[in-house]
């Protein structure tokens, strides 16, 4: 008896099958959107705006909005591979560098922001005595 086919079918069936791909990484979380300003505060107190909503584009424009006019514009680049995600925000002119954290969670944005000169928050707070601002905002849905 010929006892080559046996082994030979015996060794395919027993091999391990292809591996499965690596599972595909997450996108990193991204500021473009638009986003509806629920809380701001600086120095563990309540921060006056008039601003209620921030568009982050994709070319890297920042659109302040308030009460149905745009109240301004700046710039801002990111690096959502850090962590916590940084962002600089160019609130006025290229000279001037606010150095910030962002996390997303769903439709929720949370922005850490250290004023111009200062260097970049490391947690999401601004507690009395800090200088930094933290806003929470939410994702505003697209129009159809």
């Known amino acids: 008896m010929n006892w080559l086919p046996f082994v ?17 990484k997450a996108d ?9 300003v629920q809380t701001r ?22 659109i302040l909005r308030g009460d149905g006019l745009v109240l301004g514009t700046s710039r ?20 001037d560098r606010a150095l910030g954290i962002f996390k997303v969670d769903g439709d929720a944005l949370t922005l850490c922001v250290a004023p111009s000169g200062l260097p970049r928050p490391a947690v999401f ?9 933290l806003r929470t905002l939410k994702r505003v849905p697209k129009k159809k």
């Open 8 to 24: 030979a079918l015996t060794l395919a069936v027993a091999a391990p099958g292809p591996k499965d791909p690596a599972p595909k």
């Open 28 to 36: 990193p979380p991204t500021l473009v959107g638009e986003w509806a």
């Open 41 to 62: 505060e600086a120095g563990g107190k309540p921060l006056n705006s008039r601003a209620t909503a921030m568009e982050f584009t994709n070319d890297g424009e920042v």
């Open 76 to 95: 801002y680049t990111a690096d959502p591979a850090k962590t916590p995600a940084e962002f600089d925000w160019f609130p006025t002119a290229d000279k």
């Open 125 to 133: 707070q601004a507690p009395a005595g800090v200088a930094c601002s």
